[in-house]
């Protein structure tokens, strides 16, 4: 389940383009419109009505994010644990441009991918990666060395919760 998801849907109904710049412009102007937090709500309906028993949940941008999953933590109706991922810019950048994930991603330049780094949507997502994670993977290596991580986190948690 990706916080992106609703947009994507959002943009989708609109005939927009799903780019980058859209994706970053659309929540900032739903939050203008309808207050801080009303993606982070849509996202908790979600959660909170999908039939599975684990969720992962993709894409937490802002310290309500963050505050939603600790209130469905704490009130038993999920399971929390934050895993940030981090990868160097350049490598992000690389990967971005071969997965061609949006529209347009694999022909934006290095100084268009900087640019956008700096967007509303993005500027906080270290910080609250780097305060709130409950683990931290470094995902600068193969495709390999990053499923190995990916599969001893996997392992800690289900210990931990199970």
Same mark, same amino acid.
């Given at each position: 389940?990706? !916080?992106?998801? *609703? =947009?994507?849907?959002?943009?989708?109904?609109?005939? +927009? *383009?799903?780019?980058?710049?859209?994706?970053?412009?659309? *929540?900032?102007?739903? /939050?203008?419109?309808?207050?801080?937090?009303?993606?982070?709500?849509?996202? $908790?309906?979600?959660?909170? @009505?999908?039939?599975?028993?684990?969720?992962?949940? #993709?894409?937490?941008?802002?310290?309500? #994010?963050?505050?939603? +999953?600790?209130?469905?933590?704490?009130?038993?109706?999920?399971?929390?644990?934050?895993?940030?991922?981090?990868?160097?810019?350049?490598?992000?950048?690389?990967?971005?441009?071969?997965?061609?994930?949006?529209?347009? /991603? $694999?022909?934006? %330049?290095? /100084?268009? &991918?900087?640019?956008? $780094?700096?967007? +509303?949507? /993005?500027? #906080?997502?270290?910080? =609250?990666?780097? @305060?709130?994670?409950?683990?931290?993977?470094? @995902?600068?290596?193969?495709?390999?060395?990053? %499923?190995?991580?990916? $599969?001893?986190? !996997?392992?800690?948690?289900?210990?931990? &919760?199970?």
């Amino acid at each position: 389940m990706k !916080f992106s998801d *609703p =947009l994507a849907e959002t943009l989708k109904l609109w005939n +927009l *383009p799903l780019t980058r710049t859209n994706f970053q412009k659309l *929540p900032v102007a739903m /939050e203008k419109t309808y207050g801080l937090g009303c993606l982070t709500k849509v996202m $908790e309906h979600r959660i909170k @009505n999908t039939p599975e028993y684990f969720v992962a949940v #993709d894409g937490v941008r802002w310290k309500s #994010d963050i505050e939603m +999953l600790h209130r469905l933590h704490e009130s038993k109706i999920r399971v929390f644990s934050l895993i940030y991922i981090t990868t160097k810019a350049e490598i992000r950048y690389q990967r971005m441009k071969d997965r061609k994930e949006k529209a347009g /991603e $694999e022909c934006m %330049s290095w /100084e268009q &991918f900087t640019e956008e $780094e700096n967007a +509303l949507t /993005e500027k #906080d997502i270290k910080t =609250l990666g780097v @305060n709130y994670a409950h683990y931290i993977i470094d @995902n600068n290596g193969t495709e390999e060395e990053f %499923s190995k991580k990916i $599969e001893e986190v !996997f392992a800690k948690l289900l210990v931990k &919760f199970w």
